[in-house]
Nanobody, 125 residues
Framework: QVQLVESGGGLVQAGGSLRLSCAASGSIFSINGMGWFRQAPGKEREFVAAHNWSGGSTYYSDSVKGRFTISRDNAKNTLYLQMNSLKPEDTAVYYC??????????????????WGKGTLVTVSS
């Protein structure tokens, strides 16, 4: 089992920045991909960014490309999401996710094996 705990959410003005963290614990050796999803009020959960550890590739949704950066700190078993130039439409609960075997289905959510409980990001206009 893998446990994921997000932190770093909060209230920020449009144009500002936040950095989310996701601390992983447990059977971390079994994971080879992690990422972030978000769910805005009244909307379905959507893919934000992912990091495939096998090949080192990163992936972003079109809505955040160029503004968000996903990264990891192996020593701390922590995944990050640096969010810049935030917009009110970025307001959502952000969830950390992990996969035992990363595939393209991760971005659809079906390839996710573990989820965090989420952290709320609110961007005011």
């Amino acid at each position: 089992q893998v446990q994921l705990v997000e932190s770093g959410g909060g209230l920020v003005q449009a144009g500002g920045s936040l950095r989310l963290s996701c601390a992983a614990s447990g059977s971390i050796f079994s994971i080879n991909g992690m990422g972030w999803f978000r769910q805005a009020p009244g909307k379905e959960r959507e893919f934000v960014a992912a990091h495939n550890w096998s090949g080192g590739s990163t992936y972003y949704s079109d809505s955040v490309k160029g503004r968000f950066t996903i990264s990891r700190d192996n020593a701390k078993n922590t995944l990050y999401l640096q969010m810049n130039s935030l917009k009110p439409e970025d307001t959502a609960v952000y969830y950390c996710a992990a996969a035992i075997y990363y595939t393209a289905s991760f971005r659809r959510g079906s390839g996710v094996n573990y989820w965090g409980k989420g952290t709320l990001v609110t961007v005011s206009s």
